[in-house]
C-alpha cells in the first residue's frame, strides 16, 4: 500500500451519541498507525517538516534547550500534548550519551480546531516544541555532544490524517570554562510562544455535567479571545462551548465535564488568551470556585421571565420575613411608636408609612450601590460589609445610643422636617434598613446570592424588592383602615411604652460595644465606650434646653461632627486581631480551603459561617450546634467541624459564600463523604444535626 494514501478520515456529521465511541477509535486507529509506520516512510517528504536545535553551546553540567523546530505544510497542522477528540501527540525517543538527559517537553499555546463534532487543539503554522537537555558533567570543553531524536507524530488536514515519523540529529558544543556563548537568536521567538507559567493555584470543580475552573488572571489582564485546554485527558468535553466570567482577580470558566469525570487529582491547563496565541499555564486543584454570571445568564435576559419573577418574589419575602428576625427586634419599637402616633388619621398614617417605606427602599437601594460597586472593583465583599468595617460600627452605636436617649425621654429629636411632615418615620426606615440587613434568612438568601450575580440594574431591582417587602407591613397598616382599626389608639401608654422600649435598644448599644471589641479590640472598644458617654451627655444637655424653649440644633450638630471624626479614626484604634470566632462547638478548625479539602478526604464534614453581627447565627449556635446531643452525635460519627468567621471582612470566606450563591451569613453546609455539599436551612435544630451525623 502507498505510504501517502494510508490515512484517518474524519467525518463532519456524527450521531452525537456516538461521538465518545469515535473519539476513542479515532485515537486508536492514530496510535496503531504511527506505531506500525515502517522507516521506509520517509522515502516520501513529511507534510511538517521537522529540525533539531541547540539554543547555544554549554558549560559541562549545564541544561540547556533543544528546540524540535516544525513548519506544517499549508493547510496541515500538527497536535499538542494533548491532541483533543482526534489526532495524537508527538512520541520522542531520544539517543544521549551517558551522563546527558533530557526533560519535559513545552508545547506552544495550541489553538482549537473544530472539525464537525470533534475538538482538536493544533498547530497550523510554524511552531517550535522545547526540550531541556543536561550536558553530562565529564563532557571536554572545544568537544560536542550528540544528539538524535526519532520522532512520530500525525500530520491532518481537514480531511485526511498522515502519520509521519523523522530522524533527527544535532550536537551540542561544550564551551570553554568562563565562556558566555549567545543565544539562537530563534529562541527568543519560540519562548514568546509558550504559555507564561502562573505560580499561583487555581481551583476547579466537576459538578453536574459541567466542568468549572478558577483561573488566577489579575483583574488587569485582558482575555480577548479566551480558550482553556486541559492537559489531562478525561475531564472535558473539548467540543463543549466555553463561558468566561471575571471575578476581581479571578477569571471563571465554565464547560462541559466528561460522564466519567471526578475531582482528584491536580490538573494542569492552558488558558489561550488571545488570537495572537498568548497564554497562560497553571495548575488547578480541587476547590470551591465562585458562582458567576455565567451561571445567572439564565435569569440576566429577563427579571420578567419565570425565573426573574421567582426572584423578585423571594427578595420581597425574604424582606418580609426581616420583620420578625431577632436582629431586627430592637428597632421595632421605634415602629410601634410611629404607628401610635399615627392614631386614627389616615392621612397622617398614610404619610408616615409612605416617609418610612422611603427610608428603607432608599436605604437598601444605596447599601445595594455600594455593595455592587465595591465588587465591580474587585473587592470581595458580601452582603452586611457594613458591619465588618469599625467606621460603621462606630456610627452605629452613636446612633444607637441617640436613639436610646430619646427613647427613654432625655430630649426629642431635632430634625430639619417637622415630625408630623414623615421625617421621623423616614429616619425610622432607614436605621430599620440598616439594622436588618445584615440578616439573611429563608428565600432572601438565594435572591441576594443572584443579586451579586446578576447586571447591576436588576441587581438594584432586586434589592428595591427586598426594602418593599421590609418595609410592607408598615405600608399595609397606613393604607388598609381595618388594619390601623387594630392598633391602639393614642394616649398615656405610649410615654410607658417609650420607656420600656428604651431597654431593647440600650442592649442594642451593649451589642455594638461588643462588636466593636470583637473588631477592633480593647483599644476600638473603649473609644466606642468614650463616643457613647459623649454623646449621651450631649443628649441630656440637650433635652434641658428643649425643656426651657431654648434650641439645641447647635449641640446635635456637634454630636454628628464627634460621631463622624469618631469613625474616622476607628481604624487607627483598631488592634490586629484574627478571625478566630468563639467556637461553638469545640476543637472546630477555622474555615481555610486546604482545610476544607483536607478534612473532606478524611470522612464527613460541618462548615458553618458566622459572624458577630449576626443575631441569627448566634442563636443558632446557642441551640443547635452547641448541644450535647450534636456534639455527641459529631464525635461518633467522625464529624469534622469547619467554622468561617465573617465579623471581619475575609476575602476567602466571601468567595467561598459566592461560589455557594449565598450573599452573607449563616451558612450551613454537609458534606458527606465523596459527595458535594448540601446546604443546610438556615434555621437549625440540634434533631437536624444529629440526623445528618446518624446518616
Known amino acids: 500500500m502507498n505510504e501517502e494514501n494510508r490515512f484517518i478520515v474524519i467525518p463532519t456529521i456524527v450521531p452525537p451519541a456516538f461521538k465518545p465511541v469515535l473519539r476513542a477509535l ?33 558549560q559541562p553540567g549545564e541544561t540547556i534547550e533543544i528546540a524540535i523546530a516544525m ?40 489553538e482549537p480546531l473544530l472539525i464537525g463534532p470533534l475538538m482538536n487543539h493544533v498547530y497550523e503554522g510554524p511552531y517550535a516544541v ?8 565529564t563532557a571536554a570543553s572545544g568537544t560536542s555532544i550528540p544528539v538524535s531524536l526519532r520522532a512520530n507524530w500525525l500530520a491532518c488536514t481537514d480531511k485526511i490524517c498522515v502519520p509521519e515519523q523523522a530522524e533527527m540529529k544535532t550536537v551540542i558544543p561544550v564551551a570553554a570554562k568562563g565562556e558566555t556563548p549567545g543565544d539562537d537568536p530563534r529562541f527568543s521567538k519560540w519562548r514568546q510562544m509558550l504559555p507564561a507559567p502562573v505560580v499561583m493555584e487555581g481551583r476547579y470543580s466537576i459538578a453536574n455535567g459541567q466542568l468549572r475552573v478558577a483561573i488566577p488572571l489579575a483583574a488587569g489582564a485582558e482575555a480577548t479571545a479566551p480558550h482553556l485546554f486541559v492537559e489531562e485527558d478525561r475531564y472535558a468535553e473539548y467540543a463543549a462551548p466555553q463561558a468566561f466570567t471575571r471575578e476581581g482577580d479571578w477569571l471563571i470558566a465554565e464547560t462541559g465535564a466528561r ?24 495548575t488547578a486543584s480541587p476547590g470551591e470556585v465562585p ?6 445568564n439564565a435569569l440576566a435576559d429577563s427579571l420578567f421571565s419565570m425565573a426573574g419573577i421567582a426572584l423578585i418574589a423571594a427578595a420581597f419575602a425574604g424582606g418580609l420575613l426581616l420583620n420578625v428576625m431577632p436582629c431586627v427586634f430592637p428597632i421595632l419599637s421605634l415602629k410601634a411608636m410611629a404607628l401610635a402616633r399615627a392614631g386614627g388619621n389616615a392621612r397622617e398614617a398614610r404619610r408616615e408609612a409612605i416617609a418610612y417605606t422611603a427610608g428603607v427602599v432608599l436605604a437598601v437601594l444605596a447599601l445595594g450601590a455600594v455593595l455592587l460597586a465595591l465588587r465591580a472593583g474587585g473587592a470581595q465583599v458580601g452582603w452586611a460589609f457594613q458591619l465588618q468595617e469599625p467606621a460603621t460600627v462606630v456610627l452605629l452605636l452613636a446612633l444607637a445610643v441617640a436613639i436610646t436617649a430619646n427613647l427613654a425621654g432625655l430630649y426629642e429629636f431635632i430634625l430639619p422636617v417637622r415630625i408630623g411632615e414623615g421625617g421621623g418615620a423616614f429616619m425610622t426606615g432607614v436605621l430599620a434598613a440598616v439594622a436588618a440587613t445584615p440578616c439573611t434568612g429563608p428565600f432572601m438568601a438565594a435572591a441576594m446570592g443572584a443579586a451579586l450575580l446578576l447586571p447591576g440594574e436588576q441587581a438594584m431591582a432586586l434589592f428595591a424588592a ?8 408598615f405600608l399595609a397598616i397606613g393604607f388598609v383602615p381595618w388594619l390601623r382599626r387594630m392598633l391602639p389608639r393614642p394616649g398615656p401608654w405610649m410615654n410607658r411604652f417609650r420607656l420600656v422600649m428604651a431597654v431593647p435598644m440600650g442592649l442594642t448599644v451593649l451589642a455594638l460595644a461588643w462588636l466593636c471589641w470583637r473588631l477592633g479590640g480593647a483599644a476600638l472598644l473603649a473609644g466606642g465606650a468614650l463616643l457613647a458617654i459623649v454623646i449621651a451627655a450631649l443628649c441630656l444637655i440637650a433635652g434641658r434646653r428643649q425643656r426651657k424653649g431654648k434650641a439645641a440644633i447647635g449641640l446635635a450638630l456637634a454630636a454628628i461632627a464627634i460621631a463622624i471624626g469618631s469613625a474616622a479614626a476607628a481604624s487607627a ?17 477555622p474555615y481555610s480551603e486546604e482545610a476544607l479539602a483536607s478534612a473532606r478526604a478524611t470522612g464527613p464534614v460541618f462548615v458553618y459561617f458566622t459572624a458577630d453581627w449576626c443575631v441569627t447565627c448566634k442563636v443558632n449556635e446557642s441551640v443547635a450546634i452547641a448541644r450535647d446531643p450534636v456534639i455527641e452525635a459529631f464525635h461518633k460519627a467522625g464529624v469534622t467541624v469547619i467554622v468561617g468567621d ?22 450551613y453546609l454537609w458534606y458527606a463523604p465523596g459527595k458535594d455539599a448540601e446546604q443546610l436551612p438556615q434555621i437549625l435544630t440540634a434533631n437536624l444535626l444529629v440526623a445528618q451525623a446518624r446518616k
Open 26 to 58: 479515532t485515537l486508536v486507529i492514530a496510535a496503531l498507525i504511527v506505531a506500525i509506520t515502517p522507516a521506509h516512510a520517509q522515502d516520501r517528504a513529511n507534510h511538517i517538516s521537522s529540525e533539531l536545535i541547540a539554543q547555544r553551546a554549554a
Open 71 to 110: 513548519r506544517p505544510d499549508a493547510g496541515w497542522h500538527g497536535y499538542w500534548s494533548n491532541p483533543g477528540d482526534a489526532g495524537f501527540g508527538m512520541d520522542l525517543v531520544w539517543t544521549l550519551p551517558d551522563g546527558a538527559s533530557a526533560g519535559e517537553p513545552e508545547y506552544p499555546v495550541p
Open 130 to 137: 522545547l526540550v531541556p537537555i543536561t550536558v553530562p558533567e
Open 259 to 282: 460522564a466519567t469525570a471526578s475531582e482528584g487529582e491536580p490538573l494542569h491547563f492552558v488558558l489561550r488568551l488571545d488570537d495572537d496565541g498568548n497564554g497562560i499555564a497553571f
Open 291 to 296: 458562582a458567576t454570571t455565567a451561571a445567572a
Open 466 to 473: 427586598l426594602g418593599l417587602g421590609l418595609a410592607a407591613p
Open 573 to 589: 484604634l483598631t488592634e490586629p486581631t484574627s478571625n478566630a470566632t468563639d467556637q461553638a462547638i469545640p476543637g472546630a478548625i
Open 646 to 667: 465573617w465579623t471581619r471582612r475575609d476575602p476567602a470566606i466571601t468567595r467561598f459564600l459566592s461560589a455557594q450563591g449565598a450573599a452573607g451569613v449563616p451558612l
